[in-house]
């Protein structure tokens, strides 16, 4: 069931539907905002630590809804999902994303984007060429897009998913490994997939602090990602202690509310410019 995230209630929740026509409601509603232009993005910047320089964003989708207001991935994702909207779901974002990263670019600012992708994307054969052709109207090179995808993803129908990432990576897209280390797969394992970057999870990021177990956690699996050629990724970073750990680390990149949280574009552009005048 698609449960309620913070502060909210699931669009839709199937423990409390018996006969079925909320999730029917539900799910029209989505299809309607989908196609209608409901659907926005907010971008989380990615700081390289190599260089200080916010050098991407994480784009994360949330749902303008004609009567509940701003309703967050949490309440939404799962349903579309189950009801086969997540191609015209993931479409939309990669759409709104890659012109968003045209007009920054327009503006002088490159920013390479992330969009999240569901195991139903990664198993349709569609799926690279649209994210081509997307790529092309744009005019943009392949390399500022990033896709993030879950282990469990890559676990679920194996061949068809590594099928269709490895095109996507011939064709020069990047690939990250979200959530690493909430899934069973051993990073042996995800090395010998078409993947870019391994982000790990913040329930490990967020433990760093106070906790030598959890430190040397992260310890390993960046010196092992690193060995395998990835780049690594934490995000959930929520404080400087945690920030100046990783940066000791060697950590490629961070992501969490101590560097910003997820903002509107125009608000991201203002958060970037105050940063650039610094
Ligand atoms: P995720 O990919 O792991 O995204 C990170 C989530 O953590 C985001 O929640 C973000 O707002 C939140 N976050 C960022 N920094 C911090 C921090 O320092 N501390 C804490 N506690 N949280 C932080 P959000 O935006 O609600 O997204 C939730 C999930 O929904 C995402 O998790 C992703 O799995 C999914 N999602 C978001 N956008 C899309 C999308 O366009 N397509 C698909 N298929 N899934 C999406
Ligand atoms: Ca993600
Ligand atoms: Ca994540
Ligand atoms: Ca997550």
Not at 259 to 277: C, D, G, I, T
Request: net charge negative.
């Amino acid at each position: 069931s698609a449960k309620a995230g913070r502060g909210g209630v699931a669009v839709y929740d199937d423990e409390r539907d018996g006969s079925g026509r909320h999730r029917l409601e539900a799910v029209e509603q989505l299809r309607a905002g989908i196609s209608g232009g409901q659907l926005v993005l907010h971008y989380q910047p990615k700081l390289a630590l190599g260089t200080g320089e916010v050098e991407g964003v994480e784009a994360l989708v949330r749902w303008e809804h004609p009567t509940r207001g701003l309703v967050y991935p949490d309440q939404f994702i799962e349903l579309a999902e189950s009801a086969g909207l997540m191609a015209s779901l993931t479409t939309r974002v990669v759409e709104l994303a890659l012109a968003q990263c045209r007009s920054w670019a327009d503006q002088g600012r490159w920013l390479t984007v992330a969009v999240n992708v569901s195991p139903s994307n990664l198993v349709d054969e569609q799926f690279p060429g649209e994210v081509a052709r997307l790529l092309a109207a744009h005019d943009l090179p392949s390399g500022v897009l990033t896709l993030e995808v879950t282990e469990s993803i890559l676990m679920e129908d194996r061949d068809r998913a590594v099928g269709v990432l490895t095109r996507l990576r011939d064709a020069g897209v990047g690939v990250s490994i979200d959530d690493y280390g909430t899934g069973y797969s051993s990073l042996a394992y995800l090395a010998t997939l078409p993947v870019t970057e391994l982000k790990l999870d913040r329930a490990f990021v967020g433990e760093m602090a106070g906790s030598p177990r959890a430190e040397s956690i992260v310890t390993s699996t960046l010196q092992l990602a690193h060995a395998m050629g990835l780049s690594f990724v934490a995000e959930g970073v929520e404080d400087q202690g945690t920030l100046d750990t990783l940066t000791f680390l060697g950590c490629d990149v961070v992501q969490g509310y101590h560097v910003s949280r997820p903002l509107p574009p125009e608000q991201l552009w203002a958060w970037l410019s105050e940063r650039a005048s610094e």
